[in-house]
């Protein structure tokens, strides 16, 4: 069993950055593809960005390409969220996911097995 604990989130105003840290409880992150994934109240939870275990391949919606960059040190066992430029609609809840293997990513939130308990993040305009 993994526990992941994301932190980093806070309030900020449009155009500002955060960085999320998600922190897993053991080194078997470094055999996990990982993933951010962000909700918003009556929403379905959305996909943000992926990598694979070895830092090999990363994936990311549309609407943060460009402002959000996906990374990982196996070694501190963590796994961040560099967030730049954000925008109002970027206001969510946050959460880490792991999934059981190194690759490939996926961007589905079925396809992720161990799940932090989120963060909370809020741009304001």
């Known amino acids: 069993q993994v526990q992941l604990v994301e932190s980093g989130g806070g309030l900020v105003q449009a155009g500002g950055s955060l960085r999320l840290s998600c922190a897993a409880s053991d080194g078997s992150i470094g055999s996990r593809a990982m993933a951010w994934f962000r909700q918003v109240p009556g929403k379905a939870r959305e996909f943000v960005a992926a990598i694979s275990g070895r830092s090999t391949s990363t994936s990311y919606i549309d609407s943060v390409k460009g402002r959000f960059t996906i990374s990982r040190d196996n070694a501190k066992k963590t796994v961040y969220l560099q967030m730049n430029s954000l925008k109002p609609e970027d206001t969510a809840v946050y959460y880490c996911?792991?999934?059981?293997?190194?690759?490939?990513?996926?961007?589905?939130?079925?396809?992720?097995?161990?799940w932090g308990q989120g963060t909370q993040v809020t741009v304001s305009s």
């Open positions: 996911a792991a999934r059981n293997t190194v690759s490939p990513i996926s961007e589905t939130a079925g396809g992720y097995n161990y």
